[in-house]
Every structure is written in structure tokens, then in C-alpha cells.
């Protein structure tokens, strides 16, 4: 029975406000899967977080209907993603006016897509429709959804239904990236843990800073190994994503940014090594915790702030007057206080040095606390 637009708009305005009430990004992903599949039904859907700078996968991921999938199989399919050309690829949807499209619907027979060939037709899947949950032009999160042989393809009303919740499914991720009290405490550790992968991307050693770090994150999907420990697939792609390098397809290096189950933001770099012969060895990642200058930047776009404001904020965290912030950026003071009532009301602060505490404070102190020498003056 088809569905009235009536129906159809409850029904996202519904899974729009239980997203914003998810707890954290995977929340947010199984309140919006459980209703977008009454707007656009699926057999299988994968969800991602996203890197907002680099647009490389990281916590959380959210596999549906997948589970016979096997590590290889997963595996080439990232790889894929990676290095081929092929239609739809995230990269390209992150930059598109419509940041969704419908396999089918881009290419007509779908055996055109190698995607299609090397992956879908092996777990019989039939039909694909992709999404880059972005928001302000930064990527938060990929959605795509299966459907299987026997079942419609997925039409352009669903394709449109899928980019118009793109964005507030961003915005619904975004707001976890903001400070919270687990960014006060201090970490258990702040020695970088390192995973060295061969050439076929499996882990060969791993010390006990990085199983330390991988016991800390969110429980995943994960790569088996040898090791006793699972990597999560979000960091495996970062691992294919440096190693695209031996296909000429970047420069041998690849960063993402996590948090753990506590809150804290880690920093993941993958670097392929070279041989003395000077070609492409091992790939080695590097966990450790994120300098304030490599989350600061997130938090910031976490709370919506324009450039103009973000101006501003710095300027604030100087100690200039409003006076002062008019003159240099060429405002009245007017126009200045009403943009510091805009920041007060995105960040919940109610003063400025709230908001220096908050933005600021919550990064810098906690990161330098291991630094801090108290002598007793008895």
C-alpha cells in the first residue's frame, strides 16, 4: 500500500528527533536504522562514522544483515573502495550536490559496477544505495543499504528521502563530538601504541601500548588476528588507505581520529615503510592520544560556530573587550554581542569565561596534566 507524503514526512520528523536523542554516534545509528527501514525498506545496511577532516572511517560501525560476510571479502571490498574507479564511491558522493544515489539508478545493469561484480553478486545482493552523511560540507558518517535479488530496485524517491536526512543525521553525530567530562580525566596512558602490518595487511606484532588502546575502544566489528587482538574495521581501512600507495593511489600515508568508550580522542597514523631497496614494506599504525590541536578543530565544527564566530571565540579566549573585537574585525559592537549571544546559546554557556573553560580548558588542561610538577613548600 503506498504511503501518503503525510506518513512519509511524520515518519522522518520521527527518526530525525530520536536521532538527536541518541546517547552516542552508535545510538544514533540504531534509532535511525530501525525507522528509516519503514521509509526505505532494506535487507542489509552498513553504517559508518566518519573522520570529518579526513573522511576516512572510524567509530562507530554498524553492520545489518551482513553476517555471513567473511573478513576477506569485507576487506576487498574497502580496498576497492579505495583504489578502483568505479560509480558512487563515498569520495565522490562527499562532494556532490546529492550526497545519495541508488546503484541501479547511476548505472542501469549493475554488472557495469565492479563493485557489483567483486562484491554485492557474491552475497546476492541486487541493489545499492549509497549516502555521505555530511553537514556543513564536512562528512560525518556513510550509510548503504542493500537489497537483494527478488526485490525493487530502490527508486529516486528513496534516493531523495536518504540526501534529505544526510544532513540531520550529521548534525545528530556531530553534537558527540563536543567536550565532555570524561575529556578531564587523565589518560591512562599517553604512550603511542604501534601495530605493524605486511603487505597483505596482516598484523605481524603489535606492543602493550596498543593492546591497551584497542581494550579501550567501542566493542566493533573487528579483523581476527594472530595476536589475540581484533582490529576494528574503521582501522583496517585506514591501513588499506596507506597501502594504497603500492597502487599509486596516495602517498603512503593515513589518519583518522577516534574516541574510546571514556570519551578521550585517540589519533590514528598508518605509514608505509620502505626497504632499503626503496620499495613499499610494512604498514605501520600508531594509536596514541590526540593532541588538543588535532580535536580542537572538531569540537569547534561540532558546535555549528561560523568562521566569523569562531574569529571571535578566539579573540574572547585573549581576553579582548567587545570594543576591541568590533575595531579589528571591522563590526559595530552591536553586531559583535549579538554574535556572542549566538556562541553563549550553541556551546550553553552563559558567560565568557564559561565558554573559554568549555572550549578551551576542557582540551589544554586535561592534555597537560601528566606534564604538571607539584612540589610540596612544607
Not at 26 to 40: K, N, Q
Not at 50 to 68: F, H, N, Q, Y
Amino acid at each position: 500500500m503506498a504511503r501518503s507524503q503525510a506518513d512519509t514526512r511524520r515518519i522522518r520528523d520521527e527518526l530525525i528527533a530520536q536521532a538527536r536523542r541518541g546517547t552516542s554516534p552508535g545510538d544514533v545509528f540504531a534509532r535511525a536504522s530501525a525507522r528509516l527501514a519503514r521509509l526505505v525498506p532494506f535487507d542489509a545496511a552498513a553504517w559508518l562514522g566518519t573522520d570529518p577532516g579526513t573522511g576516512l572511517p572510524t567509530s562507530p560501525v554498524r553492520i545489518e544483515g551482513l553476517d555471513a560476510i567473511s573478513q576477506s571479502v569485507c576487506a576487498g571490498h574497502w580496498q576497492d573502495e579505495l583504489l578502483l574507479d568505479d560509480v558512487n564511491l563515498f569520495r565522490q558522493l562527499g562532494r556532490a550536490s546529492v550526497p545519495a544515489a541508488s546503484l541501479r539508478a547511476t548505472v542501469g545493469v549493475p554488472a557495469r559496477s565492479r563493485r557489483y561484480r567483486r562484491f554485492m553478486r557474491s552475497l546476492e545482493l541486487d541493489d545499492e544505495l549509497r549516502a555521505v552523511l555530511r553537514v556543513d560540507g564536512s562528512p560525518w558518517g556513510t550509510l548503504t543499504l542493500w537489497r537483494r535479488g527478488g526485490s525493487e530496485p530502490f527508486t529516486p524517491e528513496e534516493t531523495a528521502i536518504v540526501a534529505e536526512l544526510s544532513e540531520p543525521l550529521a548534525d545528530s553525530i556531530r553534537r558527540h563530538a563536543r567536550p565532555s567530562e570524561a575529556l578531564g580525566q587523565r589518560p591512562t596512558s599517553d604512550r603511542p601504541g604501534l601495530l605493524l602490518f605486511d603487505a597483505d595487511h596482516e598484523v605481524v606484532s603489535v606492543n602493550d601500548e596498543a593492546r591497551m588502546w584497542l581494550a579501550e575502544l567501542p566493542v566493533e566489528p573487528g579483523h581476527d588476528t594472530d595476536h589475540g587482538v581484533d582490529v576494528p574495521v574503521w582501522m583496517m581501512i585506514t591501513v588499506f588507505r596507506a597501502g594504497a600507495v603500492r597502487h599509486g593511489a596516495c602517498d603512503g600515508v593515513a589518519r583518522t581520529r577516534v574516541r574510546t568508550r571514556a570519551g578521550r580522542w585517540l589519533t590514528c597514523h598508518a605509514s608505509c615503510l620502505r626497504r632499503p631497496d626503496g620499495t613499499i614494506g610494512e604498514t605501520a599504525l600508531v594509536i596514541e592520544p590526540a593532541l588538543p590541536s588535532a580535536i580542537a578543530p572538531i569540537v569547534i565544527e561540532a558546535f555549528d560556530l561560523s568562521e566569523r564566530e569562531q574569529q571571535i571565540i578566539g579573540m574572547i579566549a585573549r581576553g579582548v573587550g567587545t570594543g576591541q573585537i568590533a575595531d579589528e574585525l571591522f563590526l559595530s559592537t552591536h553586531t559583535v554581542r549579538d554574535h556572542v549571544k549566538a556562541i553563549f546559546a550553541k556551546t550553553g554557556v552563559s558567560s565568557r569565561g564559561e565558554l573559554v573553560a568549555k572550549l578551551y580548558t576542557d582540551f589544554y588542561a586535561s592534555a597537560h596534566a601528566p606534564d604538571v610538577v607539584r612540589v610540596d613548600s612544607t
